[in-house]
């Protein structure tokens, strides 16, 4: 997550020749040139897409933007009855930056690596177009889910169909997996989590094409605090589920694997970001224990399960040295069993 | 939580002649006359010391304010060798402006309802003194854990040591239960959260007096994110867990309840605050679904098992209606089962 960014120099000096945030994002040249960065400079797996979760909500006419030094902000809100009877699912050409940008990076990457495109899930996209802004309590939104619930669930309704489009025009323009962030999916309640998030991402998964140039294209669900609720998740249907860095991967195996009439899920997941900031000895030792919690592969060919793709708990932070990637991508490789990579 | 605030005109009005926040909580008469605010307006149950979770740090000599329309701060941070070996359990004396307010407080409720006192948790307090002020990202009190944990361990025992004392001390002068906040707790990975933040919650709890004038002192723990840990929390040494609205209660009761040897802890919680700033229809459904989720108190007379008490699943926000909070508490008298209350 956010494999490129301001973590990187190379990142920097590009952003400061695109001028803004929105220049990088929506300049395929550019994306394509930050999406690669990353892998120039680490033994990585996979590419992903360097673009924003807002997107879809600026291409349905909110006007998003970033001031310097702030997180992102939209000129208009949804609060009420008339901005969300004005709310349609976006023209998917005002969204053509994106995937000329997929299509550019993928002609780049020329099968080095698979690419990864994404989107926000409907409810996390709601929380932004709902407060304008991010938020530390969610109020705005949360209010209107209480004492609205019906112009919530147009929202998430109109968000779902946007986000099913806006993934399988990814993949058509060459995505070779796509993730749902559900990012801010943790700060509901129980029993509010399930019908205003879980049910309109699985709306998502249910519109997503599963397969393009012959071959599958994996789903991976990621919800940011989601542990509590992976008993439902497992049900969702895709092939990978992200988790942060508070669930313990073993339980999420016994949770989400050995399920009867199919494998279960793969995990994806899960060190805290801030282990980057400790020297490499103390990497080196995070790494290990986040593999050791997922536990050994399966050594009985019949038996299906989970398995593993190593990746931080959420977005890497931006004072992050460089060379401490290095560290934790040689730890993953070093202490990872042969089977699993 | 935060019963008496900033959503209440006489707490307001209170805080104006006080001049400041820590004008209000070092004077005995203006902190007695806050805490007893929400029990002349509603039908509550027990009251909590009006006080502030970083009085213990404070008293360490780390200087603390809080700056108009901004959290708390520390003069000092506590991120190096040096500032580590300087800390101290602190001279309860320099806390005795809180036990003169418990003691106040005490007499003045004259057995209206118990009174609670409380203090942050060993890593709760750690995450303040080692940022300086509140953080999105625990940067730096987790840079610090990964990177020199003999520090953080060193920073948490005397915590530990100095919560224990101030708990203690509560409960002389007054406090008929006591309840230790690890908001913070939440935000620490699997693996980290149990030898951080747990053990030294613990080792809190292993310290504190059990009993005052002939009654027991019930002790309540609240991890804010805590859910995912309840199988672990569940052998604290405690009388209740508090949770957040993110856990079912219902999970929680079969998690935590029906251990062998002995009956389960009661659960504290755990509406959403934001459910406050629906009106009083929704607020009523969301408290029913509350108490439903949590089940039916059990009919069998041998047969224990956790009970609930009905609490927010964190603070209350500053702008809430106070007539809002009423509607609650009505629907909570309203629902409950009778042998509950």
Same mark, same amino acid.
């Given at each position: 997550?956010?494999?490129?960014?301001?973590?990187?120099?190379?990142?920097?000096?590009?952003?400061?020749?695109?001028?803004?945030?929105?220049?990088?994002?929506?300049?395929?040249?550019?994306?394509?040139?930050?999406?690669?960065?990353?892998?120039?400079?680490?033994?990585?797996?996979?590419?992903?897409?360097?673009?924003?979760?807002?997107?879809?909500?600026?291409?349905?006419?909110?006007?998003?933007?970033?001031?310097?030094?702030?997180?992102?902000?939209?000129?208009?809100?949804?609060?009420?009855?008339?901005?969300?009877?004005?709310?349609?699912?976006? $023209?998917?050409?005002?969204?053509?930056?994106?995937?000329?940008?997929?299509?550019?990076?993928?002609?780049?990457?020329?099968?080095?690596? /698979?690419?990864?495109?994404?989107?926000?899930?409907?409810?996390?996209?709601?929380?932004?177009?709902?407060?304008?802004?991010?938020?530390?309590?969610?109020? %705005?939104?949360?209010?209107?889910?209480?004492?609205?619930?019906?112009?919530?669930?147009?929202?998430?309704?109109?968000?779902?169909?946007?986000?099913?489009?806006?993934?399988?025009? !990814?993949?058509?323009?060459?995505?070779?997996?796509?993730?749902?962030?559900?990012?801010?999916?943790?700060?509901?309640?129980?029993?509010?989590?399930?019908?205003?998030?879980? $049910?309109?991402?699985?709306?998502?998964?249910?519109?997503?094409?599963?397969?393009?140039?012959?071959?599958?294209?994996?789903?991976?669900?990621?919800?940011?605090?989601?542990?509590?609720?992976?008993?439902?998740?497992?049900?969702?249907?895709?092939?990978?589920?992200?988790?942060?860095?508070?669930?313990?991967?073993?339980?999420?195996?016994?949770?989400?694997?050995? !399920?009867?009439?199919?494998?279960?899920?793969?995990?994806?997941?899960?060190?805290?970001?801030? =282990?980057?900031?400790?020297? /490499?000895?103390?990497?080196?030792?995070?790494?290990?224990? =986040?593999?050791?919690?997922?536990?050994? /592969?399966?050594?009985?060919?019949? !038996?299906?399960?989970?398995?593993?793709?190593?990746?931080?708990? %959420?977005?890497?932070?931006?004072?992050?040295?460089?060379?401490?990637?290095?560290?934790?991508?040689?730890?993953?490789?070093? %202490?990872?069993?042969?089977?699993?990579?």
């Amino acid at each position: 997550m956010r494999q490129a960014g301001r973590y990187l120099p190379e990142y920097r000096a590009t952003r400061e020749k695109a001028g803004s945030f929105m220049g990088l994002a929506t300049d395929k040249n550019f994306a394509t040139e930050v999406t690669l960065q990353p892998l120039d400079r680490y033994a990585l797996d996979a590419a992903i897409l360097f673009s924003d979760i807002l997107t879809v909500p600026d291409a349905m006419g909110l006007g998003l933007s970033f001031a310097q030094g702030e997180g992102p902000r939209f000129e208009k809100v949804v609060r009420d009855e008339a901005s969300v009877a004005a709310l349609h699912v976006p $023209d998917m050409n005002k969204l053509k930056y994106v995937f000329d940008a997929v299509t550019s990076i993928r002609k780049a990457l020329n099968g080095r690596v /698979p690419l990864i495109g994404f989107s926000g899930s409907p409810w996390t996209l709601a929380c932004y177009m709902v407060e304008g802004a991010g938020s530390d309590d969610y109020r %705005h939104v949360k209010s209107l889910m209480y004492s609205r619930p019906d112009l919530m669930h147009q929202i998430l309704k109109i968000n779902a169909l946007a986000v099913a489009d806006y993934l399988n025009a !990814q993949i058509d323009a060459g995505a070779q997996a796509v993730m749902i962030f559900d990012s801010w999916g943790g700060v509901l309640a129980d029993g509010a989590f399930q019908p205003f998030s879980l $049910d309109y991402t699985a709306m998502v998964l249910s519109r997503l094409k599963t397969h393009a140039e012959g071959r599958q294209i994996p789903r991976i669900v990621f919800t940011k605090g989601g542990g509590l609720w992976l008993d439902e998740m497992k049900h969702l249907d895709c092939e990978a589920l992200g988790l942060d860095w508070t669930m313990n991967l073993g339980k999420a195996r016994a949770l989400v694997g050995g !399920q009867v009439g199919g494998p279960g899920k793969a995990l994806q997941g899960n060190i805290d970001p801030n =282990v980057l900031f400790a020297p /490499p000895s103390s990497i080196e030792k995070e790494v290990k224990r =986040v593999l050791d919690s997922f536990g050994p /592969p399966h050594t009985d060919m019949h !038996q299906t399960g989970p398995t593993h793709i190593f990746n931080l708990g %959420h977005g890497i932070h931006q004072n992050t040295p460089p060379e401490h990637v290095t560290a934790l991508i040689e730890a993953v490789h070093k %202490h990872s069993s042969r089977s699993m990579i």
